[in-house]
């Protein structure tokens, strides 16, 4: 038994719908390299789990090849193949579960589109780069972690442990993205795929990488090896990822932004918050800062200008924002400057890199997020990188009144999801705050009017002790 999948929403059985697969009956595919079977150990209105069973046949892969090669291909009678999850699972996967790959449910549409939490058991996942490198993979798309090394014999323990993991995954989480993640995932780690790699494999890759792997730290390293290292078909995928219409979140530079520039452009606004911010890390003692949703560079240009910040990171979604941001800060010409990085990443998966740094800055970001999004980003900031400073700025939507342009009721860029009031900003960040150990205080940027306040709403997080 290769792979278990539990569901302990309640109902749980509904994990049938889902999977279009009766509970009370044993499915079976014919696949080239052998059969998969899928079936219930369990099945209760608070618990049911589906188990998939892979059948290898390795004498059936190579019959009919024997030639030259024989002696080379006397190997593949035994190997691991038949008994770890490898490429072979990922194509029983996309066998047995077409429908719930797409992201469909006929039975319960509503629930398909529901983060359901799941538990996903693998018995034997072999991974080149060890448990670090299982981690690096999963942690970022929010799943819990178990793994345990296998031995190589647990009858010969002077043996000592093999490259196999009994990996234990735990994730609240819409079915179709825990397949997706399982598909492309289970032969990156293994680090190899058990039929001819082309073109076509950027396709699989992208369609079922869609929403989550371009954004992910990792991206470009699970792309490498998904395709089997082929440096062209690897190349040319990394640019389409490049491309790809990920979340709006750290990409508001990638956007037209004539409206919001010709509005703010007789109060100077742009400046304003940079100096704000640039302020409020020094008088906090922040020396290495981390950029968030840095675009093409624009405040990185206000900190590497200081000798102040010792170590600099600006961080983006956006692939070409970051090669903007390099040409903008001359880095091609200094690259002896380690005072300053540029990292692809996004706000919506945890990720190490942000660990360590006194203070964040997310300067006009949170508003290109969508609202139901906005958890994420909280944990990843706040849990994660948790920095003892971190500085906020969004429009002030009451302000938008004294914008004879701006027709009411529009949002100032045509990428912003919202635009929150004073009262309505203190609020989510109050919030924020107490969940987080954090203390917040807001101070105004911009000419501040009596009645509609200024502009720019600056919030301040500050770690308590």
Not at 313 to 341: T, Y
Request: charged fraction near 25%; charge should be neutral; glycine fraction near 6%.
């Amino acid at each position: 038994m290769l792979l278990t999948i539990t569901n302990t929403h309640t109902p749980a059985t509904d994990l049938g719908y889902l999977l279009h697969k009766n509970p009370k009956n044993t499915h079976t595919v014919d696949l080239p390299f052998g059969r998969a079977h899928a079936f219930y150990p369990e099945a209760h209105s608070h618990r049911c789990t589906i188990a998939l069973l892979l059948e290898v046949d390795p004498i059936g892969l190579i019959r009919g090849r024997w030639g030259t090669d024989r002696e080379r291909l006397l190997d593949q009678y035994v190997n691991d193949r038949p008994y770890v999850a490898s490429s072979f699972l990922s194509v029983a996967l996309a066998a047995l579960f077409r429908t719930a790959l797409s992201g469909k449910s006929k039975e319960r549409p509503e629930l398909a589109n529901t983060p359901l939490p799941f538990e996903v058991s693998l018995s034997s996942l072999p991974c080149r780069g060890g448990e670090p490198f299982l981690r690096r993979l999963f942690e970022p798309l929010g799943y819990s972690v178990t793994c345990t090394l296998l031995p190589l014999d647990p009858k010969f323990p002077e043996w000592g442990k093999g490259s196999y993991f009994r990996v234990q995954l735990k994730h609240t989480i819409r079915l179709q993205e825990l397949l997706q993640h399982l598909y492309v995932l289970i032969p990156v780690l293994d680090d190899k795929k058990h039929y001819w790699v082309g073109e076509d494999e950027i396709d699989k890759l992208l369609r079922h990488g869609e929403g989550w792997l371009a954004a992910h730290p990792h991206a470009e390293q699970i792309t490498r090896r998904y395709l089997n290292h082929r440096h062209a078909l690897a190349n040319a995928a990394m640019i389409q990822l490049a491309h790809e219409d990920t979340p709006a979140v750290m990409q508001v530079d990638t956007v037209p932004e004539e409206r919001e520039a010709d509005l703010e452009h007789n109060i100077d606004l742009q400046k304003a918050r940079m100096l704000a911010v640039l302020n409020v890390l020094k008088e906090h003692d922040v020396k290495r800062i981390a950029d968030l949703g840095c675009g093409e560079g624009k405040f990185l240009r206000y900190l590497v200008s200081s000798k102040y910040f010792t170590e600099i990171v600006g961080m983006d979604v956006s692939l070409r924002s970051l090669q903007i941001a390099a040409k903008r800060l001359k880095l091609d010409k200094q690259p002896e400057n380690d005072r300053i990085k540029l990292i692809q990443g996004s706000l919506m998966y945890q990720d190490k890199r942000l660990q360590g740094f006194e203070g964040a800055a997310l300067i006009e970001v949170i508003e290109h997020l969508d609202l139901p999004k906005l958890s994420a980003l909280e944990r990843v900031v706040f849990e994660c990188a948790k920095p003892k400073v971190v500085v906020v700025t969004t429009p002030n939507r009451e302000y938008n009144a004294k914008f004879s342009s701006l027709p009411a009721g529009q949002f100032r860029h045509q990428d912003h999801r919202f635009e929150w009031t004073r009262a309505e900003f203190e609020s989510w960040a109050r919030t924020v705050a107490n969940q987080r150990n954090y203390s917040v205080f807001f101070s105004p940027i911009g000419d501040v009017d009596e009645e509609l306040g200024a502009p720019t709403q600056m919030g301040v997080f500050t770690l308590c002790n």
